[in-house]
């Protein structure tokens, strides 16, 4: 059994909530989180060796329940009321949850009502997406992205064979030429996501830090030209225990030879 993986104290981290928050973030301040995935369980297209949401696995046999727009409308809609009362701040109406958001069937639907919402009760706040991109290759799906103040694109490591070790590409995700295809096309409308680390995984050593796995990544940026990379490094509990957390000045070297190809970094440690 999967469970067996996780120490007594540590597990998978899953909102339990359409409408979490808001809760501090390091990135995005005061963000106000929309969860469009089923409650207590995962559904993504990929799964991450680090994924606080824990292994697919232990998802695939939970009910694929999906709140309807006009549901998570309503949801949205009653907590804004709350927190205007409240006078509570909100920097980021922020998609994520338990699972890759722009798998919700009717995620270009449910970004409009966020962003109307947002318009009416914070207009000052900004709309961030949290999206591993493995969507961003289906035309309404970049649509959507670019209605969007914050689309932030994951991209881990600069080979296939890397992603396949890392972020485990399962069929509701796309190939890698489609990923860097549709990666570059969405160009500096979008921001990179990167989580380094080194460690092994099912005894094999992983890593996104040796020089020609960093070299290809830092082409494949050459080419995106993202309005930023968000460099950051392990934070929590992850499934795969043999993984290492980067310290801040190791982050800051890596994050040094990203400026040197001319894009911008932000280092979260
Ligand atoms: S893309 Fe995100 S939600 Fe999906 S497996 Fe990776 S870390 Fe987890």
């Given at each position: 059994m999967r469970d067996q993986q996780y120490p007594q104290t540590i597990r998978p981290s899953l909102f339990e909530n359409t409408i979490v928050g808001p809760i501090h973030s390091r990135r995005f301040g005061s963000s106000l989180g929309v969860n469009?995935?089923?409650?207590k369980h995962k559904h993504c297209s990929y799964d991450c060796?680090?994924?606080?949401?824990?292994?697919n696995s232990e998802s695939e046999r939970q009910p694929m329940e999906f709140a309807t727009p006009d549901e998570i409308a309503g949801l949205l809609e009653h907590r804004l009321k709350e927190l205007r009362q409240q006078c509570t701040p909100v920097d980021s109406f922020t998609f994520a949850?338990?699972?890759?958001?722009?798998?919700?069937?009717?995620f270009p639907e449910v970004v409009d009502i966020v962003v109307a919402l947002r318009n009416s009760y914070y207009p000052e706040a900004a709309t961030t997406l949290l999206t591993?991109?493995?969507?961003?290759?289906?035309p309404e799906i970049a649509a959507a992205l670019h209605k969007l103040d914050n689309p932030t694109l994951k991209l881990d490591c600069g080979t296939e064979e890397m992603r396949q070790l890392i972020n485990r590409n399962n069929d509701l995700g796309c190939s890698w030429q489609q990923l860097i295809d549709s990666l570059v096309a969405f160009g500096s409308d979008g921001i990179i996501q990167t989580l380094l680390f080194d460690g092994h995984s099912n005894g094999k050593p992983v890593s996104n830090l040796v020089d020609t796995e960093f070299n290809a990544y830092l082409g494949h940026l050459h080419r995106i030209k993202p309005r930023h990379v968000m460099l950051y490094a392990l934070d929590r509990a992850t499934p795969e225990k043999a993984l290492r957390k980067l310290s801040v000045d190791e982050l800051e070297q890596y994050a040094q030879r990203i400026r040197n190809e001319g894009v911008e970094v932000k280092v979260y440690g």
């Amino acid at each position: 059994m999967r469970d067996q993986q996780y120490p007594q104290t540590i597990r998978p981290s899953l909102f339990e909530n359409t409408i979490v928050g808001p809760i501090h973030s390091r990135r995005f301040g005061s963000s106000l989180g929309v969860n469009l995935l089923p409650l207590k369980h995962k559904h993504c297209s990929y799964d991450c060796i680090y994924c606080e949401c824990g292994w697919n696995s232990e998802s695939e046999r939970q009910p694929m329940e999906f709140a309807t727009p006009d549901e998570i409308a309503g949801l949205l809609e009653h907590r804004l009321k709350e927190l205007r009362q409240q006078c509570t701040p909100v920097d980021s109406f922020t998609f994520a949850g338990n699972g890759e958001p722009t798998l919700y069937p009717h995620f270009p639907e449910v970004v409009d009502i966020v962003v109307a919402l947002r318009n009416s009760y914070y207009p000052e706040a900004a709309t961030t997406l949290l999206t591993n991109a493995t969507q961003l290759y289906r035309p309404e799906i970049a649509a959507a992205l670019h209605k969007l103040d914050n689309p932030t694109l994951k991209l881990d490591c600069g080979t296939e064979e890397m992603r396949q070790l890392i972020n485990r590409n399962n069929d509701l995700g796309c190939s890698w030429q489609q990923l860097i295809d549709s990666l570059v096309a969405f160009g500096s409308d979008g921001i990179i996501q990167t989580l380094l680390f080194d460690g092994h995984s099912n005894g094999k050593p992983v890593s996104n830090l040796v020089d020609t796995e960093f070299n290809a990544y830092l082409g494949h940026l050459h080419r995106i030209k993202p309005r930023h990379v968000m460099l950051y490094a392990l934070d929590r509990a992850t499934p795969e225990k043999a993984l290492r957390k980067l310290s801040v000045d190791e982050l800051e070297q890596y994050a040094q030879r990203i400026r040197n190809e001319g894009v911008e970094v932000k280092v979260y440690g």
